[in-house]
């Protein structure tokens, strides 16, 4: 890896790592739903010109279909239950309890009519995961917080089913414009959900809380974003999923020198058996050497992977 991709991964690794800590921080004066909106709403300011000197909003708007189902799954519904989760779990837990998507994704994907080919490594992943997850929910957390478990449940359901949209109905789209127009989208939705969810908060939050939302927005959904794809452009989508690997990480990291949250026994056991278990899983067979390469549709405007791209990690 050249020094330049080393110095994009590393960004990245904070970027999708350290927004679980800033939740955790916004959500302590803010309702769930105004972090949703400001995170959103900022986040696309910046992405949209981007994306409308590249040609790119017709194209996407052109698959509004799948394009709103998307959203849904991967923005607007997640993303007030990742919040709401974190004013009763730890952020790093809830950092942890994401890195199960994979081994929902294949759950998922057998519902749907399309089950993966599984290998015996992918479900010793399957068991590990399943045995780290129960680690953390039985053991590390406790029943107190079982709602925001339930919370973290449908997290992880919408992000495992975004990338399967993507991979099924917008494929051949261009990421960054994906990106960009669903967050416009959830900001849309948010401006009449706040005031009729009562949200407004009734003081100015403190500038810890509104840096946090800035934060969010800029550095770690845009600018992450923006990472990931320059990232896949310098050492290609396979290797960048290694990033997934090092994002809970940093969760645990940031909640505990932060806001010195408690790392038990379990939350490192879980934490490696979820880990493990998401890497088995995401293993696939080698192709043989005298298989046919497939040809994949160019994406439109700049060079980035397209939205579909199935190996291109996600972010929180």
Not at 114 to 122: K, V
Not at 170 to 195: E, F, H, K, R, W
Request: aromatic share 6%.
């Amino acid at each position: 890896m050249t020094r330049r991709g080393l110095l994009l991964f590393a960004a990245l690794g904070v970027a999708w790592g350290i927004p679980y800590l800033l939740i955790k921080i916004a959500v302590g004066e803010v309702d769930p739903a105004v972090v949703v909106l400001g995170r959103s709403a900022l986040g696309a300011l910046v992405l949209l010109p981007l994306v409308v000197a590249r040609r790119q909003v017709l194209p996407v708007l052109r698959r509004w279909r799948p394009l709103l189902a998307y959203t849904a799954a991967e923005i607007i519904v997640p993303w007030y239950f990742l919040s709401s989760a974190e004013t009763r779990l730890p952020s790093s837990t809830a950092g942890l309890l994401l890195a199960a998507v994979p081994l929902v994704g294949v759950g998922i994907a057998a519902l749907t009519g399309r089950p993966e080919r599984m290998t015996g490594l992918n479900w010793l992943g399957v068991g590990a995961g399943m045995l780290g997850v129960g680690a953390l929910v039985g053991l590390d957390v406790g029943g107190s917080d079982l709602v925001g478990v339930a919370e973290m449940v449908v997290v992880v359901i919408g992000y495992a089913i975004g990338p399967i949209i993507l991979d099924r109905r917008m494929s051949d789209l261009p990421g960054t414009g994906v990106v960009a127009i669903s967050l416009a989208i959830t900001a849309i939705v948010y401006v009449g959900l706040v005031p009729l969810l009562g949200s407004w908060p009734r003081a100015v939050p403190s500038g810890a809380v509104i840096g946090s939302i800035v934060v969010l927005a800029v550095v770690c959904s845009a600018g992450g974003f923006l990472a990931m794809f320059a990232l896949i452009a310098e050492v290609g989508p396979v290797r960048v999923t290694t990033i997934t690997y090092i994002n809970p990480a940093v969760a645990i990291a940031a909640g505990a020198l932060v806001l010195h949250e408690r790392v038990t026994v379990w939350t490192l056991v879980g934490f490696v058996l979820v880990l493990t278990g998401s890497f088995l899983v995401s293993r696939r067979r080698r192709p043989r050497p005298d298989a046919p390469a497939g040809t994949a549709a160019p994406p439109l405007g700049a060079d980035e992977p397209v939205a579909g791209d199935r190996s291109a990690p996600r972010g929180p």
